[in-house]
């Protein structure tokens, strides 16, 4: 890399930061952009003590949305190894914008993944939101890797014999949100079993992972243990503090904010 140094996380847009990365030198891009649904997370939103929990979430407006996503998608494009694959998570709202975004740019869609979350929200007029979606695509479908007994060997099974592997690889997964009681945190974070299983499935050690929206570093942190590389853009300073905090401490968790940012 000439004008980027690996193993760091940049405190800069990344549609400034992505196009001093070298082409073609990308393995993976692992990324959760921003919503667009007018989120103001504020530390209210999420009933925890506010000296908890980092304000600052960086909006897009809803009109800018598609052309925010083409531009963005379109470094990831440029950026990626032939072999290279990309998983992007996204909420219903702005799901059409993110699936034009992904065809105009020309990724090829490999699976389309349903987080399944538990979400404790009160609603009375509509159902309970509780999935999120992770579109899984590549550059070159020939050319991409993928690892399916990473996790689970090819014979292994439960205590009722079905195959752990098959059912590992369904494309809608069950997995619990992390709630930091009583740590500091941002409002949104990817749970970290959710990322080491992609990192196992779409990478492996050595590898150059790429996260344009690191918000909370946790796609850094993931990186770190399990031996890949990484390269990370975070646009909000109070993000980028906590998240080079976590790596800095080789923390996990950070008990307050106040810690995290001193």
Request: hydrophobic share 40%.
């Given at each position: 890399m000439k004008h980027i140094k690996i193993d760091k996380i940049y405190h800069m847009d990344c549609l400034e930061g992505m196009p001093l990365i070298d082409d073609a030198t990308i393995d993976l891009v692992i990324t959760d952009p921003p919503f667009a649904i007018d989120f103001k997370a504020r530390r209210s939103?999420?009933?925890r003590l506010p000296?908890?929990?980092i304000e600052g979430y960086n909006e897009i407006p809803q009109e800018d949305y598609y052309a925010f996503t083409f531009k963005w998608m379109k470094q990831t494009m440029r950026v990626l190894k032939p072999s290279g694959s990309?998983?992007?998570f996204s909420g219903w709202n702005n799901l059409r914008h993110v699936l034009n975004a992904l065809d105009d740019v020309g990724f090829v869609t490999v699976n389309h993944i349903i987080w399944k979350y538990q979400f404790g929200v009160y609603t009375s007029r509509r159902y309970v939101t509780s999935h999120y979606h992770c579109l899984y695509v590549c550059k070159d479908d020939s050319?991409?890797?993928?690892?399916p007994f990473a996790r689970f060997g090819k014979s292994a099974r439960d205590d009722k014999g079905r195959s752990l592997h098959y059912r590992d690889k369904e494309d809608v997964w069950i997995i619990n949100r992390e709630y930091w009681n009583g740590d500091a945190k941002t409002p949104t974070k990817l749970p970290l079993e959710l990322l080491e299983k992609i990192l196992l499935y779409s990478s492996l050690p050595g590898d150059?992972?790429?996260?344009p929206f690191m918000g909370s570093g946790q796609v850094a942190v993931a990186c770190k243990l399990l031996k890949r590389h990484f390269i990370g853009f975070e646009i909000v300073k109070e993000y980028y503090d906590f998240a080079c905090k976590r790596l800095?401490?080789?923390?996990?968790r950070l008990k307050d904010a106040e810690a995290a940012l001193s």
């Open positions: 939103n999420y009933n000296s908890r929990v990309m998983y992007v050319k991409r890797r993928f690892y150059l992972i790429l996260d800095a401490t080789g923390v996990y």
